[in-house]
C-alpha cells in the first residue's frame, strides 16, 4: 500500500473541505461527515483508479495521480451527494471543485516544486564549493 500516505494526506484535506464549508455556511461544524463521506468513498475510489491506470502516474504524491484523485472525487462525491438525496447545486460543484483542486493537487505541486528546489540546490553545492575556493 505504497499510496497509503497520499490517501491520508487526501482524506484529511477532505475533511477540512467539509469542515470550513459547513462552519462557512452557518451549519453545525461537527456535522462534517455527513458533507464529507460522499467525497471520501470517492477519493477512495479515485485512487484506486490512479492505481490501475494503463498509463497510470507510478507516484501517488505525483501532480498527475492528484488530477486523476481529483475529478474522480468531486465527480464521484457529487453522484453520491444526488443518489443520497442531496443537493449539488452549480455553486456548490464550482466551489468544491476548485477547492478540491488546490487541496488534492495543491499539495502534490508544492512537493514536486520543493523536490526540484532540492535536487537543484543539491547538483548545486559542488559548483557552489568551487567557486567560493576559486574567487
Known amino acids: 500500500m505504497?499510496?497509503?500516505?497520499?490517501l491520508i494526506v487526501d482524506a484529511v484535506l477532505v475533511l477540512v473541505f467539509a469542515v470550513i464549508g459547513r462552519a462557512s455556511h452557518g451549519e453545525n461544524p461537527a456535522g462534517f461527515l455527513l458533507t464529507a463521506w460522499p467525497f471520501l468513498v470517492a477519493l477512495v475510489v479515485g485512487h484506486a483508479i490512479a492505481a490501475l491506470l494503463r498509463a497510470r502516474?507510478?507516484?501517488?504524491?505525483?501532480?498527475?495521480?492528484?488530477?486523476?484523485?481529483?475529478?474522480v472525487t468531486?465527480?464521484?462525491?457529487?453522484?453520491?451527494?444526488?443518489?443520497?438525496g442531496d443537493t449539488a447545486q452549480a455553486p456548490f460543484i464550482i466551489v468544491a471543485t476548485?477547492?478540491?483542486?488546490?487541496?488534492?493537487?495543491?499539495?502534490?505541486?508544492?512537493a514536486a516544486l520543493l523536490r526540484?528546489?532540492?535536487a537543484a540546490s543539491t547538483a548545486g553545492e559542488p559548483d557552489a564549493a568551487a567557486s567560493e575556493h576559486s574567487g
Open 98 to 110: 476548485i477547492v478540491l483542486a488546490a487541496f488534492l493537487v495543491g499539495w502534490r505541486a508544492l
Open 74 to 84: 468531486v465527480a464521484g462525491g457529487m453522484l453520491l451527494r444526488v443518489v443520497a
Open 57 to 71: 502516474p507510478r507516484q501517488p504524491w505525483s501532480v498527475t495521480w492528484g488530477v486523476v484523485v481529483w475529478v
Open 2 to 6: 505504497r499510496f497509503l500516505p497520499a
Open 116 to 118: 526540484r528546489r532540492r
